[in-house]
């Protein structure tokens, strides 16, 4: 099947999450031809300083802050954004920041011409290592960190009504592993491989992955806006290749020349979610980005070097 492309030129694009790996790879690419928004608090000026370095504007707003003073003509917008206290509020106190927050935000850019919200597809009941298709149940995956898969849920139900009431064309994007220069799970698994430090995984093995990287997430999360629709399209967003996590830590490590110390155990880590990517090759497209080649890319860039700032 042929790649589904779309390019955006001339259009004023609001991104948010536009520090880490489901971010900042669309914002980079939009801004080469587009007039483009990164919206975060900052709360390191190093970032600032990376962002209009590319080109990109930066918009200093906290998502739980009202957005009556955002501008309100964005034409597209990628929500990726993790809204945060400090200390942390956990689940289930958390929907007013992830549901309210996002639904929040689509209403203000009602008016545009495509909303990408991306959610996760830790939303879905899980099927052993089967691929899971749109219209798996929902469940409950993942409850390793502060939201959880069900904000997610309510995430998606609350924009979903914004999107019909309002008729905001939305694509909802339920996410695998993204990964890329910018941060994600295989550089997280990477810069531990590389310290010597040892890399959790489930018992339930193997661990099977859809990894999505930077160039084939950029180029379909822009197929993703302007194929949004209302009612919202629902799709998986995920790379093409299934891989395990032993598999890849293992080619990484002899890329670097160390053995991967990986521990089973069920403290913090969660059982295979493999998404089916029938229906995202017909909305969004194909991946063009083999495993390994992203790897070495990784490997290539010493993205284990680099200062990542968590945390919008």
């Not at 739980?64 to 990726?80: G, K, R």
């Not at 994007?173 to 010597?196: H, Q």
């Not at 403290?267 to 017909?282: A, F, I, N, W």
């Amino acid at each position: 099947m042929a790649v589904i492309r779309h390019e955006l030129k001339g259009e004023k694009v609001l991104v948010t999450g536009g520090q880490g790996p489901s971010g900042l790879p669309p914002a980079r690419l939009l801004a080469r031809d587009n007039e483009v928004y990164v919206m975060a608090r900052f709360s390191d000026p190093k970032v600032e300083t990376k962002l209009e370095a590319m080109g990109i504007h930066c918009l200093k707003h906290d998502l739980l802050a009202p957005f009556d003073d955002i501008p309100d003509d964005f034409t597209y917008v990628w929500h990726s954004a993790i809204p945060t206290r400090t200390p942390p509020t956990y689940w289930p106190n958390t929907f007013d920041h992830a549901a309210d927050a996002a639904a929040r935000l689509a209403y203000r850019c009602r008016n545009a011409k495509g909303f990408g919200l991306v959610s996760t597809a830790s939303v879905y009941q899980p099927d052993g290592h089967n691929p899971v298709k749109e219209d798996r149940p929902i469940g409950h995956h993942v409850m390793t960190h502060m939201y959880g898969s069900f904000s997610k849920i309510a995430m998606e139900a609350a924009c979903t009504f914004v999107s019909n009431q309002f008729g905001l064309p939305m694509s909802i994007l339920r996410m695998g592993s993204p990964s890329s220069i910018d941060g994600g799970t295989i550089v997280e698994r990477l810069t531990k491989i590389v310290k010597g430090e040892e890399i959790p995984l489930h018992p339930e093995k193997p661990n099977l992955f859809r990894p999505h990287f930077e160039k084939d997430l950029a180029r379909m999360a822009v197929n993703a806006m302007v194929e949004a629709r209302t009612p919202p399209v629902i799709v998986n967003f995920c790379g093409d290749d299934i891989v395990s996590a032993e598999e890849y830590c293992a080619y990484l490590g002899e890329l670097v020349g160390k053995e991967p110390r990986i521990v089973y155990t069920t403290e913090g880590t969660y059982t295979s979610l493999v998404p089916d990517t029938t229906y995202m090759h017909e909305i969004l497209g194909e991946c063009e980005v083999a495993w390994k080649e992203a790897c070495q890319e990784l490997v290539a860039a010493k993205v284990w070097e680099k200062d990542y700032v968590r945390g919008y």
